[in-house]
T-cell receptor, first 116, second 116 residues
Framework: AQKITQTQPGMFVQEKEAVTLDCTYD???????LFWYKQPSSGEMIFLIY??????QNATEGRYSLNFQKARKSANLVISASQLGDSAMYFC?????????????FGTGTRLTVIP | EAGVTQFPSHSVIEKGQTVTLRCDPI?????LYWYRRVMGKEIKFLLH????????ESGMPNNRFLAERTGGTYSTLKVQPAELEDSGVYFC??????????????FGEGSRLTVL
């Protein structure tokens, strides 16, 4: 079964508007971490934000916030005040912390295009 | 400080040939990971080194793939003989010691492999 699901292959947003990129996850591990990465056209994967499963508050990093709904197993990324430079692929990922494995499970990604 | 560097950025080879991909992690990062993204699919974990030791190689697809990290510095991933389904982007990532579970991974720009 897919551990990370990103149902939006592509999204468009007007510059300066906010956009939400969806991510749902599937795990039986009670302790896990959720990550969002950005991949611009240069190819490098850039870490954006991290949410631990036991964190009480939603993570925020500048214009990025993670809408963490544990009961629904969703970890949507919200980008506020979109900029042209936000156009990129965005990947949601999860690490299961109690299994002892250190690998990240990734989704298929969402391509965001910011329209001027 | 230099980031994770990967070489080559793009390699085009014929089926049956051999290719070796190289990854130089960030200096001091004990943890080194290889991931692969086949076109349109999710990024999948291949293996994880802690220094020169293979911590987890559960994601290696078959014995045509050989990863090494002699001396615990740079790593190589050799594909021999290459098959058409090996085409994709191979990402290397690293993280500091002690952050394998909760910390972010620092990714390189990836090595695109095309097998004809």
């Amino acid at each position: 079964a897919q551990k990370i699901t990103q149902t939006q292959p592509g999204m468009f947003v007007q510059e300066k508007e906010a956009v939400t990129l969806d991510c749902t996850y599937d795990t039986s591990d009670p302790s896990y971490g959720l990550f969002w990465y950005k991949q611009p056209s240069s190819g490098e994967m850039i870490f954006l934000i991290y949410q631990g499963s036991y964190d009480q508050q939603n993570a925020t990093e500048g214009r990025y916030s993670l809408n963490f709904q544990k009961a629904r197993k969703s970890a949507n990324l919200v980008i506020s005040a979109s900029q042209l430079g936000d156009s990129a692929m965005y990947f949601c990922a999860m690490r299961e912390l109690q299994t002892g494995a250190n690998n990240l499970f990734f989704g298929t990604g969402t391509r965001l295009t910011v329209i001027p | 400080e230099a980031g994770v560097t990967q070489f080559p950025s793009h390699s085009v080879i014929e089926k049956g040939q051999t290719v070796t991909l190289r990854c130089d992690p960030i200096s001091g990062h004990d943890n080194l990971y290889w991931y692969r993204r086949v076109m349109g699919k999710e990024i999948k974990f291949l293996l994880h080194f802690v220094k020169e030791s293979k911590q987890d190689e559960s994601g290696m697809p078959n014995n045509r793939f050989l990863a090494e990290r002699t001396g615990g510095t740079y790593s190589t991933l050799k594909v021999q003989p290459a098959e058409l389904e090996d085409s994709g982007v191979y990402f290397c990532a690293s993280s500091p010691p002690g952050q394998a579970n909760t910390g972010e991974l620092f990714f390189g720009e990836g090595s695109r492999l095309t097998v004809l």
